[in-house]
């Protein structure tokens, strides 16, 4: 088994943690894959699977495509988070089939740090944004100014 880096742990721990400041259940494991992390959070009785990644790079369609695989295998009304510190590609499109999958990215995180706007309002706007208008990134910028 491959042992995981102390910054993938640390990234782990720290979402783990910030989930747990607003009351949201997570369970984040992390995958064999180089700094990536996986897993689950509950928000309003509904189950998000989680893909978090830590890398330098902006995540592309690719990675958010194999996401939307995941979630299409899980059946309908799956639901799917992906955080990217580095935030994505201008390719990343919200998929088609009625899934519901957005995206949270670095700075999003430091507005829910700098206490602009509390983490489960950031994820239920941009839940409702990916339902309503095929939105797969909405920054939490534009939600403040909403």
């Known amino acids: 088994v491959k042992e995981m880096p102390q910054r993938d ?32 959070v509950n928000l ?11 890398t330098p790079l902006k995540v592309g369609r690719a990675e958010v495509n194999a996401l939307a695989s995941k979630l299409q295998q899980a059946g309908p009304g799956a639901e799917g988070i992906f955080i990217s510190v580095a935030g994505f590609s201008d390719s990343c ?3 088609r089939s009625g899934m519901t999958l957005f995206g949270v990215d670095g700075d999003d995180l430091f507005l829910v740090l700098d206490q602009r706007v509390r983490l489960d309002e950031l994820l239920r ?10 939105s797969f990134h909405y920054p939490a910028r534009d939600i403040i100014l909403d």
């Open 9 to 40: 742990r640390s990234f782990k721990d720290f979402l783990n943690d910030l989930f747990a400041t607003f009351d949201i259940e997570s369970r984040l494991g992390y995958k064999l894959s180089h700094e990536q992390i996986a897993g689950a």
């Open 93 to 95: 499109t919200a998929p």
């Open 125 to 134: 706007r941009k839940r409702d944004r990916a339902k309503n208008f095929d």
């Open 44 to 54: 309003d009785d509904s189950e998000f699977l989680v893909e978090a990644w830590w």
